[in-house]
């Protein structure tokens, strides 16, 4: 059962460009999301997050976008550098719970 | 900022050995975790342990697997009797309190021959 869904295994964006990660997710008791970014041989570490009581954070060049409704999340990353080249994974989790799930994971090229 | 550690980074063993993976979660923390990745695969949730008692687990999570919180800093996985298909990558994390980010290790990558 495949809660939280990346279905881009890989996206390429030019430098300088925006980056449209997405993510969708079934559980509507779902309250809270999470972005992590993930190099080779490390741990995930974390970018942005947003609680369902809003459907916008915004943290520098990383924006996150969720619509309730459509059951769906985006993370936007403006202007895309190649240090951005990573795996991104999407989170979700509900407060009851403690049980955070993870998406597939996204691979983001930024081409130089 | 604070850290999650692990060790060891790289862990080699043969089959029907026992492994016990080593985390000092952030000292302030109140919920650890465990999760795996195997290679290319996604981050699959293993185990969540609270108030000194596992709070969820998976299916993966089987009678092979034991967690132990022995000292009030560390937090150690321990499989019993390893098997080829437990070769992965091996992540503590922690947080402090709901809502807020899970903090990953570096993980420990484990072989099984």
């Known amino acids: 059962d495949q809660q939280v869904k990346q279905n881009s295994p890989s996206l390429s964006v030019q430098e300088g460009r925006i980056s449209i990660l997405n993510c969708d997710y079934t559980?509507?008791?779902?309250?809270?999301f999470l972005w992590y970014k993930k190099y080779p041989a490390e741990g995930p570490t974390f970018l942005i997050s947003?609680?369902?009581?809003?459907d916008k954070n915004e943290d520098g060049r990383f924006t996150v976008f969720l619509n309730k409704s459509a059951k769906h999340l985006s993370l936007h990353i403006v202007p895309s550098q190649p240090g951005d080249s990573a795996v991104y994974f999407c989170?979700?989790?509900?407060?009851?719970?403690?049980?955070?799930?993870f998406g597939t994971g996204t691979r983001l090229k930024v081409l130089a | 900022e604070p850290e999650v550690t692990q060790t060891p980074s790289h862990q080699v063993t043969q089959m029907g050995q026992e492994v016990i993976l080593r985390c000092v979660p952030i000292s302030n923390h109140l919920y650890f975790y465990w999760y795996r990745q195997i290679l290319g695969q996604k981050v699959e949730f293993l185990v969540s342990?609270?108030?000194?008692?596992?709070?969820?687990k998976s299916e993966i999570f089987d009678d092979q697997f034991s967690v132990e919180r022995p000292d009030g800093s560390n937090f150690t996985l321990k499989i019993r009797s390893t098997k080829l298909e437990d070769s992965a990558m091996y992540f503590c994390a922690s947080f402090r309190q709901t809502n807020e980010k899970l903090f990953f290790g570096s993980g420990t990558q484990l072989s099984v021959l």
């Open positions: 559980n509507s008791m779902f309250d809270y």
């Open positions: 989170a979700a989790t509900n407060s009851g719970t403690y049980k955070y799930i």
């Open positions: 947003i609680s369902s009581i809003k």
């Open positions: 342990f609270y108030n000194n008692e596992i709070s969820e």
